[in-house]
């Protein structure tokens, strides 16, 4: 199958398994890049191996051998490869697992959290020309904030995902965050790309390009979906209401301060870190 001709939505895969990315791209004839995150590469390694127990440098060259084989697949798309980091990492070791990690493949964005240390490393990162993936994203705010921190770098080098699923989660509706950064965007024509993630049903990867999305990363499951109805596309009218979810409103937030300035903390980002610090850290012996 095509790509859809009314579609200029990039679909990327969510997934830390390269038997996916093999599947995704049997399923859909295409495919225009793969996300991972600790969480996801620890399940693709349970998968092989229920008891695995790695060394750290193990883990990193299991961790490796992974996104070189997801890359070899799709070598003309993006491969999204995440920093280890927790509350406590600061810029320059982001910095320095940025760096490495960008020479394990030729089309990596590596993976950062949206935290003032992540924001830092996104600096110096983006002015070396790596191409960073801000991830953990819940508020306009952090949005601008990246906006800020990458300023100069091309589009197509800096994308920015905001959490859908984990904000529907405590009861607000994710599809809302994606339409208040689009608006927000496009009004200063930023060159940061909206990459929709934590997406947990057709209606959300619909919705969400309707709202403007430039990429949209799905598990296979809902990839299975789209397929199953003929890979339908949304009128840009398509709206996700859902009566039990408060709706996000415009914070109204200008792009123009500088990065350090905006308040990017947020509860679901502080969560979100460590729950991948904890997954990941399960594998080590
Ligand atoms: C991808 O970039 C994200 O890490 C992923 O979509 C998070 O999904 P989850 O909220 O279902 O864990």
Not at 95 to 117: C, F, S, V, Y
Not at 219 to 230: F, G, H, Q, R
Request: aromatic share 6%.
């Amino acid at each position: 199958m095509p790509r859809p001709t009314t579609l200029t939505t990039r679909i990327f895969l969510d997934s830390g398994s390269p038997d996916d990315t093999r599947s995704t791209l049997d399923l859909l004839g295409f495919l225009d890049g793969q996300t991972t995150n600790p969480s996801l590469v620890a399940k693709a390694l349970r998968a092989d191996n229920p008891d695995i127990a790695l060394k750290q440098q193990e883990l990193m060259d299991a961790y490796k051998g992974i996104v070189q084989n997801i890359s070899q697949m799709i070598p003309h798309g993006s491969v999204s490869i995440e920093v280890y980091g927790d509350k406590d990492t600061v810029a320059e070791t982001m910095i320095t697992q940025g760096r490495e990690m960008n020479t394990w493949i030729p089309n990596a964005h590596i993976k950062l959290p949206t935290t003032k240390a992540g924001l830092e490393a996104a600096n110096v990162l983006t002015g070396e020309g790596v191409r960073v993936n801000m991830t953990l994203i819940f508020s306009q705010a952090q949005a601008a904030a990246v906006h800020a921190a990458t300023f100069g770098a091309k589009k197509g080098d800096v994308f920015l995902s905001p959490f859908v699923g984990r904000l529907d989660d405590r009861g607000e509706n994710g599809i809302d965050l994606i339409s208040r950064i689009s608006d927000m965007y496009k009004k200063e024509e930023s060159h940061v790309e909206i990459l929709t993630a934590s997406v947990r049903n057709i209606d959300h990867f619909l919705a969400s390009i309707a709202a403007g999305t430039d990429i949209i990363t799905c598990p296979k499951k809902i990839l299975d979906e789209w397929a199953a109805s003929n890979f339908i596309t949304p009128e840009a009218t398509y709206s996700y209401t859902r009566d039990d979810l408060s709706s996000i409103p415009d914070a109204s937030v200008s792009l123009t301060q500088s990065w350090q300035e905006y308040n990017i903390q947020h509860d679901l980002t502080d969560a979100g870190l460590q729950k991948f610090a904890d997954d990941w850290n399960a594998l080590i012996a």
